[in-house]
C-alpha cells in the first residue's frame, strides 16, 4: 500500500530510518564495536560508510547486528501498533525492548507485527543477522539430485540472492542486513488489509475489477466503498468486510511500451468511511497470456495488438551489496533504460525482487518487466513443508505487487535450472519439476496476474539451451566467441539474456575507479572481470578475440605497448558487437522477437558485463546499442553477394515521413556515389531496402564480388525529416574500419560548444574527414550521444546536460584522431 496516498486519519506511518547502529562479532558473541548505519541498509553499507570496506571479506562468518531506538508509546484503545519490516538479509532475530519479535529464515519475506502491548516510552529495536557460513556447513537434507559450481551447494536452502555469493561474476561482499524500509504504523478507525485492482480491456472499454477487505477497530463497518477513476464511478456494498466489484471506463486510453507509445496510466480512487486511497492503473493487452506454452511456441510479445521487439537489459540494482536505492537513484537508472531505447528489463532469479517505487517507475516510463522468481542453478528441497511454505508466501506476496500492472511482461520460474540439468547430462525434466510446472503458475492465476509464465530462463525444445526453441540465454556471440554471423544463423526466438562481454568503462571513470593506467592482467584491475567458474579464460579474453577479429589487431601485442590505444578499441569493439547482434535480430525478416543484454550495471569497478558501469555512468557500448534500439532508427546488414540492406524501423504512433540518403566514401572521404529516396512509413512500419537499390546501379557496396580495390570503404545510411533534421544514421565498412590515426588539421575537424541558460550546451562537430567513434568529454556535463561517427564534409551536434556547478570544458576525441582537441564553451 502507498502510505502517501492515503488521507483520511486512518493510519500515522512513522519509518524508522535514523539512529541505527551495526556491528560484526564472532557468531553467538555479543557485538562490542558499533558503527553509524543507514536503515533501509546493509552491513557492508555501514563498513563502507565508516571507512572499512568490506571488498574481500566474508561477511557470511560473522554474525551482523543493527539496533536503534525510538520513542512510541503502547497502543490506545481501538487502535493497532505494526511494525512492518520489509526485508531482512538473511536468517534474523528481531527483538523489541528484549523481546523475540520475530524469526525470519527470508530475505525475501515481508513481515507485520503486532508490537502495540510492547512499547512504551523509550523502545530499543535490536535485528541479529545469523552467520551464513557456519549454517551452509551443516548437514542439510534431502541430498540435491544435481550439483551446480555457480556458488555453494547449500545456498539451495536459504531463501537469498546468489549476488554476492557466486565467486565467478558476483563474489561480494554479501548483502546482510535489513535492506527494506521499516514503519512503525499505528491504525485506528478502519484497516484496508487487503487492495487488489486488476485492469482489463473488452474492446475500447477498460474494466476495472475490484478487491478489497475492509476491518473495523471499534466502529461500525461501512455500507459502501467507492471506486472512481477517468470520471466513472461505483459504489460497491462492504458487507462483512469483503468487496468485489467491477468498474467500466468507456473508450480508455490505453498503456502502450514507451517505443511504441504514450504509457497512460490513470489515477483510481478507493474511499470507503472516511477512508481514502489513490493508486495508478493503465490499461493493455498483453498476448501470449498466461496459459502461454513454452515448449510449443516462441516467446513474442504483442502489446494492444502490436508486435513489439522487447528489448533491454538484466537489471542489476544500483548498490547489490547495500541494496537499498533511493528513489531518485532508481529513476535516473531506470531513465537511462528509456534513453536508450530499450522498452524491458529483466529482474532476475540470481537477485532480489524489486521495490514497490521500482514497478511503478517502470509503469510511468513505459518499461515492460520480465519478473523471475528468486531461484536459479539449484536443486531446491520443495518436498519440505517448511520450505514449501516459505516459497508459497514469498510468491503470494511478490505477485501482489506485481499483478495487475500495465509493465508486467513475463513471469519466469528461475534462471537456469533446467539449463544447468541439460547440460549435465541429466534428464532435463528434472529441472522442470513440480514447484516451476505446478506450484508457481498455479499461485499467478490465483493471483490474476495476466502475464505469459515461463518455467525456466532458458527453457523449450528438446534440450532448454537450444536457441531457436522457446526462450534462449544466446552467448553464441559473445561468451563463446562465435563469429558475427552466428547471430542469423542460430535463429534465436527470444534471448532472455545474451551477449556477455567485458566492456571497458570510460578513462574518466577508470581514473575515479582508481583503475587508469593499471595492465589489464593486474589482478586490481581481473577483480571486475566477471569469469565462468571453473573456466581457464574470462571475459576479458572473449572481448580480446573480437577485437583480433574484427579490427585485425594483436590484443596482447597492443596492450603490451600501448594500453591507451588498447582500451579505446576494446570499449568500440564491445559496443559494435553488440549493436550488430541487435541490428541482425531486429530485422522484419528475423525469427527474433527481442533479447535482454547480460547486464545493465556493473556489480563492481572495473570491465564488467554491464552497459553502465559500477558508478552509473554509461559505457561507450550503451551508446552504440541505443541508436540501434531507438523506436525511429537506421542499420545496415552485411548480406554477401546480396550487397548491403538498410533497415529503417519507425516504431512511433504517427507516420514517419523522411528521406533515406545513402552515401559512399573512399579514402575517408572522397564522395565516390550519393543517392536517396522518399521514406513513407506507417505507424509502427518498417522498411528495408537495398543500398544499390537506393543508389540505381551494382557498385558492390560490400566488397564481395572483389573484382579489385574497394569502390568504398564507407558506407552511410542516413534519415532525415521533412525539414531536413537528422533522425538516424549508420556507418558501415566493408573493407575494415579506419583505424589510421590523423591530426585534427589533415581530418579537417572543427568543432564549437555553446551554452545555454537552462543548463545545457550544444557541441557541434565538422569534418572534412570521416570521424570514426567520437567521443566528447565534459568534466561535470553528460552528453545525449557517444562514441558516434561523423560523415565526410557534414555537420554533427550533441547536446549536453549540466550535472554539477562546473564551467563548460570539453574535448572530443576520436578513435582516429592522434590527440583529442579541447574546446571552451563560448556564449551563444
Not at 531482512?88 to 527483538?95: D, G, L
Not at 461500525?220 to 456494498?237: K, R, T
Not at 537489459?313 to 528513489?327: C, I, K, R, Y
Not at 516451476?436 to 496476474?449: D, K, N, S, T, V
Request: net charge negative.
Amino acid at each position: 500500500m502507498r502510505p502517501e496516498l492515503e488521507t483520511g486519519g486512518h493510519r500515522e506511518l512513522r519509518r524508522l530510518d535514523a539512529g541505527w547502529e551495526a556491528s560484526l562479532a564472532q557468531p553467538g558473541d555479543e557485538p562490542a564495536d558499533w558503527l553509524p548505519a543507514s536503515v533501509p541498509g546493509t552491513i557492508a553499507g555501514a563498513l563502507r560508510d565508516a571507512g572499512r570496506p568490506a571488498d574481500g571479506l566474508d561477511l557470511d562468518a560473522y554474525d551482523c547486528w543493527f539496533r536503534t531506538s525510538f520513542d512510541a508509546e503502547a497502543a490506545a484503545e481501538e487502535e493497532e501498533v505494526v511494525l512492518a519490516i520489509g526485508g531482512i538479509a538473511t536468517v534474523a532475530e528481531v527483538r523489541l525492548n528484549g523481546e523475540l519479535l520475530l524469526e525470519s529464515p527470508s530475505m525475501f519475506l515481508r513481515h507485520e507485527l503486532d508490537v502495540g502491548s510492547l512499547l512504551g516510552g523509550e523502545n530499543e529495536l535490536t535485528i541479529r543477522c545469523r552467520a551464513l557460513g557456519p549454517l551452509l556447513e551443516g548437514s542439510r537434507r534431502p541430498r540435491a539430485r544435481w550439483r551446480t559450481k555457480l556458488a555453494h551447494g547449500n545456498l539451495r536452502f536459504f531463501r537469498t540472492m546468489l549476488l554476492g555469493r557466486a565467486p565467478g561474476f558476483a563474489p561480494g561482499p554479501a548483502a546482510v542486513g535489513p535492506w527494506r524500509p521499516i514503519v512503525l504504523e499505528r491504525r485506528r478507525r478502519l484497516v484496508l488489509d487487503e487492495l487488489a485492482l486488476r485492469p482489463r480491456l473488452e474492446g475500447a472499454d477498460g474494466v476495472l475489477a475490484v478487491r478489497a477487505r475492509v476491518r473495523s477497530l471499534g466502529e461500525p463497518l461501512p455500507d459502501e466503498l467507492v471506486v472512481e477513476a477517468a470520471g466513472v464511478s461505483q459504489s460497491l456494498p462492504v458487507g462483512d468486510g469483503t468487496v468485489a466489484g467491477e468498474l467500466r471506463l468507456p473508450d480508455i486510453p490505453l498503456w502502450w511500451p514507451h517505443t511504441h507509445g504514450d504509457p497512460a496510466l490513470h489515477e483510481v480512487t478507493i474511499g470507503v468511511g472516511g477512508l481514502e486511497v489513490s493508486r495508478l492503473v493503465g490499461f493493455r493487452k498483453l498476448e501470449p497470456g498466461p496459459e502461454y506454452d513454452v515448449d510449443e511456441a516462441p516467446l513474442a510479445l504483442r502489446v494492444n495488438g502490436v508486435d513489439v521487439f522487447a528489448r533491454g537489459a538484466v537489471w542489476t540494482p544500483p548498490d547489490f551489496s547495500g541494496l537499498a536505492a533511493g528513489d531518485a537513484e532508481l529513476r535516473e537508472a531506470l531513465e537511462l533504460v528509456r534513453d536508450a531505447g530499450m522498452n524491458i528489463v529483466r529482474l532476475p532469479g540470481t537477485g532480489a525482487y524489486e521495490s514497490e517505487t521500482f514497478h511503478d517507475l517502470c509503469d510511468e516510463l513505459g518499461l515492460l518487466v520480465w519478473q523471475d522468481f528468486m531461484f536459479a542453478n539449484f536443486d531446491y528441497p520443495i518436498e519440505d513443508d517448511e520450505f514449501r511454505s516459505l516459497v508459497e508466501e514469498e510468491a503470494r506476496q511478490q505477485l501482489e505487487l506485481v499483478a495487475g500492472r500495465p509493465s508486467l511482461a513475463v513471469l519466469c520460474g528461475n534462471s537456469e535450472v533446467e539449463q544447468q540439468v541439460a547440460m549435465l547430462g541429466l534428464d532435463p525434466a528434472l529441472g522442470r519439476g513440480e514447484p516451476f510446472a505446478e506450484l508457481l503458475p498455479a499461485l499467478a492465476r490465483e493471483a490474476g496476474a495476466d502475464a505469459p509464465y515461463v518455467p525456466s530462463a532458458p527453457s523449450g525444445g528438446d534440450l532448454p539451451f537450444r536457441p531457436d526453441r522457446g526462450v534462449a540465454n544466446y552467448f553464441g556471440v559473445g561468451g563463446y566467441r562465435r563469429p558475427l554471423e552466428d547471430a542469423r544463423r542460430a535463429r534465436v526466438g527470444f534471448a532472455a539474456e545474451c551477449l556477455a562481454i567485458a566492456n571497458v568503462p570510460d578513462e574518466a571513470s577508470l581514473e575515479a575507479m582508481g583503475l587508469a593506467g593499471i595492465p589489464v592482467d593486474d589482478a586490481r584491475w581481473k577483480a571486475g572481470v566477471p569469469r565462468d567458474a571453473g573456466a581457464d579464460w574470462d571475459f576479458d579474453d572473449v572481448r580480446d578475440w573480437y577485437l583480433e577479429q574484427l579490427f585485425g589487431v594483436d590484443p596482447v601485442e597492443l596492450r603490451r605497448v600501448n594500453l591507451p590505444r588498447y582500451l579505446e578499441l576494446s570499449r568500440t569493439v564491445s559496443g559494435e558487437v553488440m549493436a550488430e547482434v541487435f541490428g541482425e535480430w531486429r530485422r522484419s525478416d528475423s525469427p527474433c522477437a527481442g533479447g535482454q543484454v547480460l547486464w545493465l550495471r556493473d556489480l563492481a569497478p572495473g570491465a564488467g558485463w554491464g552497459l553502465v558501469d559500477s558508478l552509473g555512468r554509461p559505457k561507450a557500448a550503451y551508446h552504440h546499442l541505443r541508436r540501434v534500439l531507438a523506436p525511429v532508427a537506421v542499420w545496415t546488414t552485411d548480406e554477401g553477394l546480396g550487397g548491403i540492406d538498410v533497415h529503417v524501423w519507425n516504431e512511433r504512433p504517427e507516420p514517419l515521413q523522411a528521406r533515406l540518403q545513402v552515401a559512399l566514401y573512399r579514402d575517408s572521404g572522397v564522395r565516390v556515389d550519393e543517392a536517396s529516396t522518399a521514406l513513407e512509413l506507417p505507424p509502427r512500419g518498417a522498411a528495408t531496402l537495398n543500398a544499390e537499390s537506393v543508389l540505381g546501379h551494382f557498385s558492390d557496396v560490400s566488397w564481395a564480388y572483389r573484382f579489385g580495390p574497394p569502390n568504398a570503404d564507407a558506407v552511410v545510411a542516413s534519415v532525415e525529416d521533412e525539414a531536413e533534421v537528422l533522425l538516424a544514421q549508420a556507418f558501415r565498412f566493408p573493407a575494415g574500419r579506419p583505424l589510421t590515426v590523423e591530426s585534427a588539421a589533415t581530418l579537417g575537424l572543427e568543432a564549437t560548444a555553446v551554452p545555454s541558460v537552462d543548463g545545457t550546451a550544444r557541441v557541434t562537430i565538422r569534418s572534412e574527414r570521416l570521424l570514426y567513434g567520437v567521443r566528447v568529454a565534459a568534466a561535470g556535463w553528460v552528453a545525449d550521444d557517444d562514441a558516434f561517427c561523423v560523415e565526410p564534409g557534414h555537420v554533427r551536434s550533441v547536446l549536453l546536460r549540466r550535472r554539477c556547478e562546473r564551467p563548460l570544458d570539453c574535448s572530443i576525441a576520436a578513435t582516429n584522431l592522434d590527440n583529442p582537441i579541447r574546446i571552451a564553451g563560448t556564449a551563444a
